[in-house]
């Protein structure tokens, strides 16, 4: 009796050997040819590099991307701003407008070692905006910027340069007759999955030099938590400061600092086609 049970248990573990091993031998998944995705989000005041775009007030904000399993992709996000509009308050007051931010972007990832790399294009598309007869003109140049980046991945750090080839942000030294391309911005960033609640931790530090024009250059940092919901459902948390110059940032429709500390909300959701 011994004998038979003990025929049974090797047969039964060799079943369960000979299982694994078809398991561990299933062919992978294969990678899709592309990916494609869809987002929106709202935030509560929606920060780029520190400054706030849309007088600390929300923000709605969306895009798509496409990448292809060979490292190119494009993408475009939009988001509404108030900063250009409130300018119009710098007297003598003009119409100005340029309610949305339009983003269209490209570029190639690719691997060198352990760096991960990205280097690309980025057009800050200010829908038509009028920046420069703000003040009756003479104070800034349009909206539209051009930039191109590169940046390195090495574990859960990423360090990236974005270069302006035209004025930065409408940005422009009227008392020298100079302008602000060749501005850089330089960040480091890293994400972090902490072991409570599937929270991800999110530190950045970054500096923007403004070329010809340094009391438009700051120093900014944030630290910020997010969390996955799944279904395409994310939400995030973060606390954001700078070092920029009161006066320079402050807004013309209140005279508030777009700079200052402060926690920032947002939501979003994903549809991944």
């Known amino acids: 009796m011994k004998k038979l049970e003990l025929a049974v248990l090797l047969a039964s573990l060799a079943a369960s050997g000979s299982a694994l091993a078809q398991a561990a031998e299933a062919p992978k998944a294969p990678e899709p040819d592309y990916t494609l995705s869809a987002n929106v989000g709202l ?30 992709y494009v993408g475009t996000w939009a988001s509404t701003i108030k900063w250009i509009e409130d300018t119009g308050d710098i007297a003598p007051e003009q119409d100005i407008h340029g309610p949305v931010e339009w983003d269209i972007y490209g570029g190639y990832k690719f691997t060198a070692g352990p760096i991960g790399l990205d280097v690309g294009l980025l057009q800050y598309w200010y829908v038509n905006n009028n920046l420069a007869d703000a003040g009756g003109g003479g104070v800034f140049k349009n909206a539209n910027t051009l930039e191109g980046y590169i940046a390195g991945t090495w574990g859960p750090a990423t360090l990236k340069y974005s270069h302006a080839f035209t004025n930065l942000f409408g940005n422009y030294n009227f008392a020298t007759n100079e302008n602000t391309k060749g501005s850089g911005y330089l960040d480091l960033s890293a994400s972090f999955e902490l072991p409570w609640w599937g929270l991800t931790l999110a530190p950045h530090v970054g500096y923007q030099r403004v070329n010809h024009l340094s009391v438009a250059s700051y120093t900014d940092w944030s630290l910020t938590l997010g969390k996955d919901f799944g279904n395409g459902f994310s939400a995030s948390l973060a606390y954001v400061g700078t070092d920029a110059d009161k006066g320079f940032y402050a807004s013309p429709a209140n005279g508030k600092f777009m700079g200052k500390d402060a926690a920032v909300v947002g939501v979003k959701y994903t549809y991944n086609f």
Do not use: C, E, M, N
Not at 43 to 63: C, E, F, H, N, W
């Open 43 to 72: 935030v509560s005041d929606y920060r780029y590099r520190g400054i706030s775009q849309t007088r600390l007030k929300p923000a709605l904000q969306g895009g798509a991307d496409f990448a292809h399993k060979s490292g190119f």
